[in-house]
């Protein structure tokens, strides 16, 4: 029988598959759930060693005879500070010891109580990674436990070997020393595959991806690809089955994308199903549409990978399998070398496309939905385009964004904070039009962005002012009565005085007709000096017509 504790089946279902048989267990009370677990079961060798300090030295000894993982175990307290020897030594010896300390809530951390000192970072620069696990209450936890033991028993022999941390605090009679339970939970190990596996013993995974009948690629945040390798992510949607969900950030414009932000905000949990991918591979930064919210609430349907050179753990979805340690570029080079012949007919990305089409091309009343759309029509297709967090970001992804432009945002973060300096230093060091479209919140907050001697005429900078948070009227915080008092941080500032004064050419808008004559002097690249066009709209009737229009979207969706 197995201890009751959620953290520690996991933890020991996970051990067993990683291969971590040999265990060196020293007394105590708070290891009770750990050490009484593992006599039980065969499949761990057991070794009795009292002195905590001598026992992490005779695991050292274990493991450079066995040339294999050793765990360690001990009771809180002090007796964890007595592996500090050992471990430092296991440390510069690539050793792979997995030291389990016991711990106690660590809510009740100086407030005196028994064999209680700060355990989760002990060994602060003598582990390869320090854990410290949840005390789990609900499934939110339990994933993060079972993410968090993977990357401790990943980390032990990546990129070199050595030792690592697992601290298990345990609530006193919260299960901690109940065995009732018959078997461990099945948790699957998170496998990390290097290029250099790839070409070694890549098979497999060529021969899993054909058998996906719908491959989601989730391309992010990116900087622009050159056309060779363009030709290689078209090549890759050519051979599999796959529709590539792209945005405006992601600065990628080839066969096999598909916008996703708009039908995202459309769908629901209940009408995603039919959508639903056997396989997410998640490449790149971050993006901003709900398409991540929609695969959480259906994750049991699907498997993850996820590419990154780091071979960083990056489980956005709750559903990690695979983690590729390989450039994207390199990831799809492989898969396309082994993927065979180019498929007749990819259903899936039909499948999307047709969707998609059914809800384009929204036409809007004057609003800076409408102030965007007729934006995006005049932006010149070799133009640098900036985009403030919150509204501005998520607006432009209604409009498909025409190849050339390339798109840059403070998504990595989703900060409003500095949009407008980065904007400024990057507009500084070339001769070509560069265009920010911010909103208010954004645009006071880093005002002093403008304040330099570097703002060229090549500037081109179009605030939204709707008077605060339009993001707020978004969600149920429009609901609250006082919602533009401080959430929404409503203002009636307006920053003509200021950017005239760092001189600017000064525009300003309150409806369609003067927004539509004053556009094209915006646009153009013949102004001597940089242009500023305020234009103003209302927070409150800009939501609503979104809001709206996604209604629209989702009975046209339920239609088709």
Known sequence: MYTDNASVQILISLLKRYGVKYAVLSPGSRNVPVVHSMEQDPYFKCYSIVDERSAAYFAMGLALETKEPVLISCTS???????????????????????????????????????????????????????????????????????????????????????????????????????????????????????????????????????????????????????????????????????????????????????????????????????????????????????KNLLKNCRESFEHWTVNEEGAIVDQFEKLTYVFECSTMDFFKYFNENGGDIIKKNEYLDFWKRKIKSIENPEFPYSNNYVMKEFFKKLPKTSLLHLGNGMPVHIIQHFPLKKGIVSYCHSGTTTIDGSLSTFIGQAALNNYLNFLFIGDLGFFYDMNGIWNRYVGKNVRILLNNNEGGETFHWNNAREIDTVNLHTAAEHFAVAKGWVESRGFKYLAAHNKEEFDTLLPEFMSKDIEGPVFFEVFTKKDTDAKILLDYYEVCRMKLKNI
């Open 77 to 291: 307290g002090t007796a964890s500070a007595n592996y500090t020897s050992a471990i430092c030594e296991a440390f510069y010896q690539h050793l792979p010891l997995v030291v389990l300390t016991s711990d106690r809530n660590p809510y009740y951390l100086y407030q005196l109580e028994d064999q209680m000192i700060p355990q989760n970072q002990l060994y602060g620069g003598i582990c390869k990674k320090s854990v410290s696990l949840p005390i789990i209450k609900d499934e939110k936890d339990s994933w993060y436990c079972r993410r968090i033991v993977n990357e401790a028993l990943l980390e032990m022999n990546h990129h070199g070997s050595g030792p690592v941390h697992i601290n298990i605090p345990t609530e006193w009679g919260l299960f901690a020393q109940n065995f009732n339970t018959q078997a461990l939970p099945v948790v699957n190990p998170i496998g990390i595959i290097s290029l250099k596996e790839l070409y070694s013993s890549g098979i497999e995974m060529v021969n899993e991806l054909k058998n996906k009948k719908r491959i989601l690629v989730i391309y992010g945040q990116s900087l622009p690809v050159n056309k060779k390798e363009e030709q290689i992510i078209e090549r890759f949607a050519s051979k599999y089955n796959c529709a590539i969900a792209v945005e405006s950030i992601s600065n990628l414009h080839c066969k096999g994308c598909i916008e996703t932000y708009l039908i995202s905000q459309a769908l629901t949990k209940d009408t995603f199903k039919d959508y639903t991918p056997d396989l997410v591979i998640s490449v790149n930064g971050n993006y901003v549409s709900k398409i």
